[in-house]
């Protein structure tokens, strides 16, 4: 009895098997069932020419309209131009050898798939002597009892054509029959699965077009499956390591910070607290992602636990990803706790702790001072960035880590930080992200963390007016942009100006429009132009961090207008007197971007205003996005449709590490329901059989489908 993972050499023979290997990687019998068609033709039915695209390599189901012999004038021979239709456009092919043999079977009427590379001749787009296999002559071929009206269409490549795949493909199925289903039988009937043997059957030879989605359904699960059965596996062995309890203490930190705070916690963040709460109490690691928008509140969670870890005796880290956000969180967790957190000072509270600060550009002395307080647990809060983790960084005794803007910290570095608890405990650990994502976003590239979300902004946040500027069709908008941004610093408020570069760089014209409006070519503009008359100030990654964090402090104070900047500080930058932002070239940032900057305003009691300025055209993709982050201030919604107008391959690999990944047929958009089936399933699967060992096929289910590096776990079953 054959198996997926079976050698298909053995099965059909070396002379079919090795162009398999040699083009397409496939060797097993797994691998070629799970090459999926790309699409179908129905038997007849024409592919459309108009779409086709120069280079690419296509497989095409036409029909001949014509096929002349002529000879050759510079050359000796003939040359067979076939002039093939989908009934509108026509494309051009062009066979240089045996011309007369080819015209022959290529009669006006006929036909059939035609496979090659797109190019252009005269200024139409021609196959240069393509493959073919004509509808008539599939019977007569191996193809041949080839009943069904639905014709397979493979991805194909030079030197192995569609339908040779289905031969092949074809072969297989004849001879094997799958009898060991991965999936265990009672998930197939509680999720009305078709069984493995049959989806591969009728995806690669489908009667009918329902049958289709039968099959996909469950080829799909799989998919589903392999991903989440690793992140269930991730998430069990995380929980299964020790952690430092830390119970809420009475009379402690927390409860002299509660009793002070000058604000009542929202419902979100009284809930998410509860749960975090209840979370570090454990012997167990907490491993959580808190999602929440710009200023919906998470430090004051996070420095909530953080207390609740102080009163365990323990200490908490805060990373940032940038040294102007530590700095930045350092200054606010201080403001935030007052006299309980100077601890050593004149003045501070019984019991208080201490703040320390660590980043690579501290002179000598502050880092020893730093080092020191982290190391003996004089500070209970070792702020840094995240290099916080990687270094020589010593902690007493570390019980929580808080991590800042998630979506530049990875799983190798989450990795990393569970190895810094005392005595081969791991911390806990709270992740905060202020781009939220969509759930099954979410489960996929986040599924080994529990996922909480503050979805409400704290009362009285004032409202953010988005407006995209057109620049190039109405320049006179543009002035007008100016002239706001000189009304809001007269009525004593500040704003920030965004471009996409630092300006410092050789500009990289690749002959693809103008490059993109840099930081010290704008303000170099605003100096000599329309707001000369304003204190200017320029922010960009390159500069010296204790020059930016001296200019942020300034721009914090007042002493700076207009702050022109790069996307430093896009997150967790807190000035409440900054009402106005424009983006400049904005249709180069990213939507999450430019939401996550816009939040950047509106912070106080004056509503912000956000300017995307653009010299994108009406119509454009691009003016689409833009007009999306205008109509909406809801980023949940907004990440949304940011996957819609975005590849999803590229979240996919962001899970996968950047590996190409087995994941065919699966969409994060469409499957959202599944995706969390399968997240609970797997859940189900690992808790009683963690190593997967009474599961091999779903072992080698995840090794197949997904990277089979991040599958390593799987290996020692
Ligand atoms: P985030 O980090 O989620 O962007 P912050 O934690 O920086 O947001 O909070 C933004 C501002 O809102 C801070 O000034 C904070 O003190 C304030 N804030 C937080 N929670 C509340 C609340 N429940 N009510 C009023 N203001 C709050
Ligand atoms: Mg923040």
Request: hydrophobic share 45%; proline share 5%.
């Amino acid at each position: 009895m054959a198996t997926l993972r079976d050698d298909l050499k053995s099965l059909i023979g070396a002379r079919s098997a090795n162009p398999l290997a040699e083009k397409l990687g496939i060797t097993t019998v797994g691998q070629l069932l799970r090459h999926y068609p790309r699409r179908y033709s129905d038997r007849g039915a024409l592919t459309e020419i108009a779409g086709l695209e120069q280079g690419e390599h296509v497989t095409v189901m036409a029909q001949v309209v014509n096929a002349n012999v002529r000879s050759m004038r510079n050359r000796r021979g003939s040359i067979l131009e076939v002039t093939i239709t989908d009934g509108s456009k026509q494309l051009r092919c062009a066979f240089f050898n045996r011309a007369k043999w080819h015209a022959e079977r290529l009669r006006p009427g006929k036909t059939g798939l035609f496979a090659g590379k797109v190019s252009e001749y005269r200024r139409t787009l021609q196959l240069a002597h393509p493959e073919y296999e004509l509808l008539d002559e599939m019977g007569a071929s191996a193809v041949d009892e080839f009943v069904s009206e639905i014709i397979p269409v493979y991805p194909a490549t030079e030197g192995m054509q569609s339908w040779v795949i289905a031969r092949c493909v074809r072969q297989v199925l004849d001879l094997v029959e799958i009898e060991d289903d991965p999936m265990p039988p009672e998930l197939l009937a509680a999720h009305g699965l078709a069984s493995l043997d049959s989806a591969l059957r009728m995806i690669h030879r489908p009667p009918d077009f329902d049958s289709l989605d039968v099959a996909r359904r469950r080829l799909k699960w799989d998919e589903a499956m392999a991903i989440q059965l690793i992140f269930a596996e991730r998430r069990k062995s995380a929980v299964s390591r020790p952690a430092p309890a830390c119970p809420a203490v009475a009379g402690g930190l927390l409860d002299a910070f509660d009793a002070r705070l000058p604000f009542t916690l929202t419902d979100g963040q009284r809930e998410v607290g509860e749960d975090i709460a209840a979370d570090i109490a454990q012997p167990h690691p907490m491993n959580r992602l808190l999602q929440g928008e710009v200023g919906s509140g998470k430090t004051v969670v996070a420095l909530r636990a953080m207390l609740q870890v102080i009163d365990a005796g323990k200490q908490a880290a805060m990373l940032a990803p940038t040294e102007v956000l530590a700095a930045q969180h350092a200054r606010s967790l201080r403001e935030l706790l007052g006299d309980l957190g100077c601890a050593g000072e004149l003045g501070a509270a019984e019991h208080a702790t201490r703040v320390a600060l660590l980043t690579g550009s501290m002179t000598a002395k502050q880092r020893k001072q730093a080092l020191l307080d982290a190391a003996s647990g004089a500070a209970g809060i070792i702020v840094g960035t995240h290099a916080l983790i990687q270094d020589t960084v010593s902690f007493a005794d570390l019980g929580l880590a808080v991590v800042d803007e998630q979506h530049r910290f990875g799983v190798e570095q989450r990795d990393a930080l569970r190895s810094r608890g005392a005595e081969d405990s791991s911390p806990h650990v709270l992740v905060m992200t202020a781009t939220p994502i969509p759930r099954t976003v979410a489960m996929t590239v986040y599924g080994d963390l529990e996922i909480s979300a503050l979805r409400e902004l704290p009362a009285g946040r004032s409202p953010i007016t988005t407006s995209v500027v057109p620049a190039a069709e109405k320049p006179a908008w543009l002035e007008r942009a100016w002239q706001r941004i000189a009304e809001e610093v007269g009525k004593g408020h500040q704003a920030y100006m965004v471009c996409p570069r630092i300006g410092d760089e050789p500009p990289a014209n690749n002959g693809e429009g103008r490059p993109a409006i840099s930081v010290l070519d704008m303000a170099a503009e605003l100096e000599h132009g329309p707001l000369s008359e304003l204190r200017v100030g320029v922010l960009h990654g390159r500069l010296p961090a204790d020059e930016k964090d001296a200019l942020m402090r300034g721009f914090a104070a007042g002493k700076v207008d207009v702050l022109v900047a790069t996307t430093v500080i896009e997150v967790g930058v807190n000035v409440p007197n900054a009402t106005a932002m424009v983006i400049m070239d904005a249709e180069r940032f990213g939507l999450s971007q430019l939401h996550q900057l816009r939040g950047r305003v509106g912070r106080g009691e004056v509503p912000g205003l956000c300017l995307l300025v653009t010299d994108a055209l009406d119509g454009t993709v691009a003016r689409e996005r833009l007009a999306a982050v205008e109509s909406t201030l809801d980023g949940f919604e907004l990440s949304r449709k940011d996957l819609e107008l975005r590849r999803e391959g590229d979240i996919l690999g962001a899970a996968q590490s950047g590996k190409r990944s087995g994941l065919k047929l699966l969409s994060l958009l469409r499957d959202e329901d599944m995706i969390a089936d399968a997240r609970e399933a797997a859940l189900g699967i690992v808790a009683d059989d963690p190593a997967l060992g009474n599961h091999l096929g779903l072992a080698h289910l995840v090794t197949d489908l997904v990277d089979p590096d991040r599958a390593e776990f799987l290996e020692k079953s």
